[in-house]
């Protein structure tokens, strides 16, 4: 049987991006992703996804000096994707140069923006989550009809053209008016990918053909539907992992790579990481199946605040969209 940490998906700028990466948002303790690095790219993982917000990037960083000082790899054979948050929309550049001491890095393969809204951080990003005396979030820009999130988009532009800290940028989260807004906008880097929320309960084949006639990679968060892993109860994800002798993470990971779609696995659970790396080849017809899945009874898991006023569909708490993908 192929592994899935074999495969891997041409960008439009030419380069290529592991189709199955490792999620580094930590479950519990931050200092726990270390050996979750360790252990993935020991398990053929060459793919490591992480973010400023995240929290991590530190012991990723520990994690890539230790492999790299073992010579159990070169960084050269690792494709280490992370984003800029949206508190540090004014400054991507100084988010990725904290990321990069932070990695021990010199490079990052994919720079992304995270989400495509403005909030009111200040020079350090600082606070996160800014929030105004009601609880709302505290935003610098109109999430639904600002444009500030284009000017950082531009200025991840002008990090790939300017400087040698990214081979790629790209984006997270957006949805299809967002893209609308952005794609018209664009002065010469398009993203090569867009990063979402995706898994057989939540298709979203409109946004997904949208992004791939304009060739921008879909990269699957949450495959499995985020804590808890709910997606692996689907009964046809039981069913075809029965079928196959794999396991139903193998099947929703399987779900994205058989599609051409980048699929990032997380787990705290080290033995799981070193066993769901198989690439079961199920049938067109099946792939249609899972998709159908969500079809009939969509579900989204991630509804965080800082995506209302996006236009995504099945938004909980949502009550800003007008417009929807």
């Not at 002008?158 to 949805?175: A, F, P, W």
């Not at 939540?202 to 060739?215: M, N």
């Amino acid at each position: 049987m192929k592994f899935a940490t074999t495969v891997e998906l041409k960008l439009s700028n030419g380069k290529y991006i592991p189709a199955l990466g490792l999620g580094t948002i930590p479950s519990g303790d931050a200092s726990d992703v270390k050996d979750q690095v360790i252990t993935a790219i020991k398990a053929g993982y060459r793919h490591i996804d992480t973010a400023w917000f995240y929290g991590s990037e530190k012991y990723i960083g520990e994690a890539l000096k230790e492999v790299f000082q073992q010579g159990i790899i070169k960084r050269e054979d690792l494709f280490i994707t992370t984003k800029v948050w949206p508190s540090f929309w004014h400054s991507p550049e100084k988010s990725l140069d904290i990321s990069l001491k932070d990695l021990g890095l010199d490079y990052v393969d994919l720079f992304l923006q995270h989400w495509p809204v403005a909030l009111h951080g200040d020079q350090n990003g600082q606070p996160a989550v800014p929030k105004n005396e009601d609880g709302s979030l505290k935003y610098d820009d109109d999430p639904v009809h600002g444009t500030k999130f284009i000017d950082t988009y531009h200025k991840l532009e002008d990090i790939l053209e300017n400087t040698t800290k990214t081979k790629s940028i790209g984006i997270s989260n957006y949805s299809i008016p967002k893209l609308k807004q952005l794609l018209p906008k664009i002065k010469k880097h398009r993203p090569v990918v867009n990063q979402i929320e995706l898994h057989p309960q939540l298709p979203q084949r409109d946004l997904v053909d949208y992004c791939e006639s304009r060739g921008i990679v879909i990269v699957a968060y949450s495959p499995v539907g985020g804590p808890g892993a709910p997606v692996l109860e689907v009964p046809l994800i039981k069913e075809l992992a029965t079928k196959y002798d794999v396991s139903p993470n193998e099947i929703a990971e399987a779900y994205h790579i058989l599609n051409g779609r980048v699929a990032l696995s997380r787990s705290s659970n080290l033995s799981r990481i070193k066993t769901i790396t198989r690439l079961p080849r199920i049938t067109e017809d099946e792939l249609e199946q899972l998709y159908q899945v969500g079809v009939k009874d969509p579900k989204r898991y991630t509804c965080d605040p800082w995506g209302y006023g996006l236009g995504f569909k099945y938004w909980k708490g949502d009550t800003l969209s007008t417009e929807f993908d």
